[in-house]
């Protein structure tokens, strides 16, 4: 059974970066099949995409957000990461990283991790 | 690239069938068949019912069901049950390949 399990610190500080990396078993990361995304959810409000890397290792990021993510596959480890640079208050949120059918619908996320909580305070 | 326009609230009586629309505009929703519906219960992760506008994963109830007309696509729940009550979100792809979420839809059942 698929498992996406995201990790990573749950306290940053103001203006540094969030690193996060979503371990995925029970399948090769880099399957032609499928892409990975992030999508977060501030306490109490709605989803937002953050952005999605293809298994061609093209990166497509919310233009809101672009100038400060970076998100990378490694194979060796069968993981992807997120990073999010010059962090405020307002990226307090519960990370969530899924998985994308490829050859379908792109913002089909099929599966997703539990998410955690990322609370960026000083 | 701003939000798909969702109801905050809708609610329904067990049994009945409710209607949540989901507003974009021709750069996203009107441009493509690529829409997607989740249910997420407090405390868990999102889980999508409808995907490519009317497809259901497999596992999904078929009381779900998805559509679109021009920029605004609607997600029908059939049938009624307690355990649909949940938050609901639209998503579309959008130009330049990017995602875009709604602001989401309370589901209340009375």
């Known amino acids: 059974q698929l498992q996406l399990q995201e990790s990573g610190p749950g306290l940053v500080k103001p203006s540094e970066t969030l690193s996060l990396t979503c371990t995925v078993s029970s399948d090769s990361i880099s399957s032609i099949n499928y892409h990975w995304g992030w999508i977060r959810q501030p306490p109490g409000k709605g989803l937002e995409w953050i952005g999605t890397i293809y298994y061609t290792g093209s990166t497509y990021y919310n233009p809101s957000l672009k100038s400060r993510v970076t998100m990378s596959v490694d194979t060796s480890k069968n993981h992807f990461s997120l990073r999010l640079s010059s962090v405020t208050a307002a990226d307090t949120a519960v990370y969530y990283c899924?998985?994308?059918?490829?050859?379908?619908?792109?913002?089909?996320?099929?599966?997703w991790g539990q998410g955690t909580l990322v609370t960026v305070s000083s | 690239q701003s939000a798909l326009t969702q109801p905050a609230s809708v609610s329904g009586s067990p049994g009945q069938s409710i209607t949540i629309s989901c507003t974009g505009t021709?750069?996203?929703?009107?441009?493509?068949?690529?829409v997607s519906w989740y249910q997420q219960h407090p405390g868990k992760a999102p889980k999508v019912m409808i995907y490519d506008v009317h497809y259901r994963p497999s596992g999904v109830s078929n009381r779900f069901s998805g559509s679109k007309s021009a920029n605004t696509a609607s997600l029908t729940i059939s049938g009624l049950q307690a355990e649909d009550e949940a938050d609901y979100y639209c998503?579309?792809?959008?130009?330049?390949?990017?995602?875009?979420f709604g602001g989401g839809t309370k589901l209340t059942v009375l």
């Open positions: 899924a998985r994308v059918p490829s050859g379908y619908d792109p913002n089909w996320f099929d599966r």
């Open positions: 998503s579309s792809y959008a130009s330049s390949s990017t995602v875009v």
């Open positions: 021709s750069s996203d929703v009107g441009a493509y068949n690529y």
